[in-house]
């Protein structure tokens, strides 16, 4: 019975060999089409929130693996700052990551002038601008950090992204992450505060503006700036 099922079956193959090669020609010419087209388009990573976890301490709970944005950010926070952003779009991703890069790195700026300009004793935003008499002392407080926060502001305008990641989530949304740095110097900033002050202030405050850039580039320089 087995031997009469195999002449059968070989029978049946020698009777539609044309069709079955015709079939495999298909097959292979589908393959080929499919290989190629995986060779030429670009390799994307994709992520879902396991792939930035690792289970290292189960006390605390599974710890985040940081991008290398990240971590190039945290390498030098004082003149770099990472951001994230999240869109169907990857060119918005980036524009949003930037975004929120550039807002973090703008507060660190604000931070060292802020701290400079209290430990060289410049006092320079009570020279900036119009003042108006009769402000209180909170009033002057919150002038004094949107000024100062405004300057930082214009100042990382000019910042560069050195390094971006970019990802694929299993809903085909973009997840971006870029580090962004701040290439200015001490000499910079000192110009753009000085910049605040009348010409005639300005110039009593020479000594005072020398301290408080010798304290900007300390502060820069305390991650090898």
């Known amino acids: 019975m087995a031997l009469r099922l195999i002449i059968y079956i070989e029978q049946a193959a020698k ?8 079939i495999m020609k298909k097959f292979l010419l589908l393959l080929s089409v499919i290989i190629l087209a995986s060779c030429g388009s670009s ?31 945290l390498e030098r926070p004082e003149t770099r700052a990472s951001g994230e952003g ?34 060289s004793g410049l006092g ?15 009033d002057e407080g919150t002038k004094s950090q949107n000024q100062t926060q405004q300057i930082a502001n214009e100042l990382v305008q000019n910042a560069v ?6 990802f694929v989530q299993p809903d085909r949304r973009y997840k971006v992450f870029v ?8 000499k910079s900033i000192v110009n753009k505060i ?28 305390k991650h090898g700036k």
């Not at 009777?15 to 090669?21: L, M, P, T």
């Not at 792939?51 to 991008?67: M, N, V, Y």
């Not at 992204?161 to 970019?166: A, L, P, R, S």
Request: hydrophobic share 35%.
């Open 43 to 73: 390799k994307v990573v994709t992520e879902d929130v396991s792939s930035r976890t690792k289970p290292k301490d189960s006390l605390h709970g599974a710890a985040i693996e940081l991008t290398l944005s990240e971590q190039m950010a």
């Open 194 to 221: 000085k910049q605040q002050i009348p010409d005639e202030d300005r110039m009593k405050m020479e000594y005072e503006f020398q301290k408080f850039e010798k304290k900007i580039n300390e502060e820069l320089s």
């Open 15 to 22: 009777s539609h060999s044309h069709k079955i090669i015709f």
């Open 161 to 166: 992204v050195i390094h971006q990641d970019n």
């Open 86 to 119: 999240l869109s169907s779009r990857l060119a918005q991703a980036k524009i949003y990551a930037e975004g929120q890069a550039r807002g973090a790195l703008a507060r660190a700026i604000s931070s060292i002038i802020k701290t400079a300009s209290e430990e």
């Open 124 to 138: 320079w935003e009570k020279y900036a601008g119009n003042g108006s008499e009769g402000n209180s002392v909170n």
């Open 179 to 186: 580090c962004l740095e701040y290439r200015g110097d001490a």
